[in-house]
């Protein structure tokens, strides 16, 4: 039986709202427990703008393992191996950037998953099991079961073909990267635009559909969130570890200079 099971995953099919916190500047396993003793639900362990390496993606998402926090890994690309080497090594998940059409969400599910749902090679003990040995006949449909997939939508192209990709059979969450699909659309940054919201409501009415959970990340105003929460999002990147110490050491630094400014 698996060691760990994936608590993002679960909350998704109960309805829930689940959080996650980006790991970009991170480089020690503390985030791991820093992560889920605030609150959040899963790790954003960044592989695609992050300079994080497989070994220290690695040991976060091992990590993260015990203490209930989902660690989820934003794979470089699109090749197989930047997915099965994280899936073996601790990743209950993979965020895979830039999906625009049927046959790239296909190959994205197939790199992830075991057959006959997919084409990941068997690569023995896992983390997932505590390392323990596993009858491949049942490691293999378990592991399937907890793993999450993960579709960014992040250009017109891929928001218009959401409903192929939200059914194409294997795939968990679509994920919309709202600042990439806001500089795809020469909008950049203007996150209010009626485009941005129609491209949501497109997204959430093609999950609905099909089974699908819609996610959302690039969008940090509370506000804002709150909204597309409310229309229907459920898996939300609340914002990254860089952006969090940054926004914090400077309300410190000016409440600080400001006392003898009075």
């Known amino acids: 039986m698996i060691a760990y099971p994936n608590h993002t995953k679960c909350r998704l099919a109960e309805g ?10 991170a480089r020690t396993i503390d985030i791991a427990a820093i992560g ?8 954003f362990i960044n592989m695609e703008h992050g300079s994080l390496d497989l070994d220290t993606a ?13 660690p989820l890994v934003r794979v470089p690309g699109k090749e197989h191996h930047h997915a099965s080497r994280m899936l073996d090594n601790g990743a209950q998940g993979i965020v895979v950037p830039h999906v625009e059409t049927v046959e790239e969400a296909r190959t994205a599910v197939s790199n992830c998953r075991y057959p006959p749902q997919g084409s990941r090679s068997v690569a023995g003990a896992q983390p997932l099991f505590a390392f323990r040995g596993v009858p491949q006949s049942q490691s293999v449909s378990e592991v399937n079961e907890q793993t999450l997939v993960v579709l960014m939508l992040e250009s017109p192209k891929g928001i218009e073909n959401a409903d192929a990709i939200a059914a194409a059979p294997g795939v968990d969450v679509l994920l919309i990267g709202t600042g990439d699909l806001s500089m795809e659309m020469g909008i950049p940054g203007q996150l209010t635009h009626p485009r941005i919201e129609e491209a949501y409501q497109k997204v959430i009415a093609a999950c609905r559909a099909h089974g699908v959970h819609p996610g959302m990340g690039g969008i940090h105003e509370v506000a804002l969130i709150e909204k597309y929460v409310r229309m229907g999002m459920r898996f939300v990147l609340g914002g990254n570890d860089l952006r969090f110490l940054m926004s914090a050491a400077q309300e410190r630094a000016r409440s600080l200079h400001g006392m003898l400014e009075a």
Do not use: Y
Not at 16 to 25: D, E
Not at 58 to 70: D, E, K, Q, R
């Open 16 to 25: 829930k709202l689940a959080i996650g916190i980006g790991v970009r500047q």
């Open 36 to 43: 889920k003793t605030c609150g959040f639900d899963w790790l």
């Open 58 to 70: 690695s040991a976060i998402a091992c990590a993260a393992l015990p203490l209930g926090i989902t």
